[in-house]
């Protein structure tokens, strides 16, 4: 939202330039997560398992005859 609509919802009446600039300070505050940031970590400080669920498998298997 450009700062001159935020001036225009809060009433702001004083100096444009004052307000823009502490927008400009705040906006990264408030920004969301960049959805493509590639979280690291470092060795041994995860781990991932697959659980295999073998009567699940012939289940489905044996369920289309």
């Known amino acids: 939202?450009?700062?001159?609509?935020?001036?225009?919802?809060?009433?702001?009446?004083?100096s444009m330039t004052v307000l823009k600039e502490r927008v400009r300070e705040?906006?990264?505050l408030y920004a969301p997560a960049d959805p493509v940031s590639r979280i690291e970590y470092r060795p041994g400080e995860l781990a991932q398992c697959d659980l295999?669920?073998?009567?699940l498998l012939f289940l489905s298997e044996t369920a289309g005859r």
Do not use: F, Q, Y
């Open 52 to 55: 295999w669920c073998e009567h």
């Open 1 to 14: 939202m450009p700062a001159t609509v935020i001036a225009e919802r809060i009433g702001w009446s004083r």
């Open 26 to 28: 705040l906006r990264p």
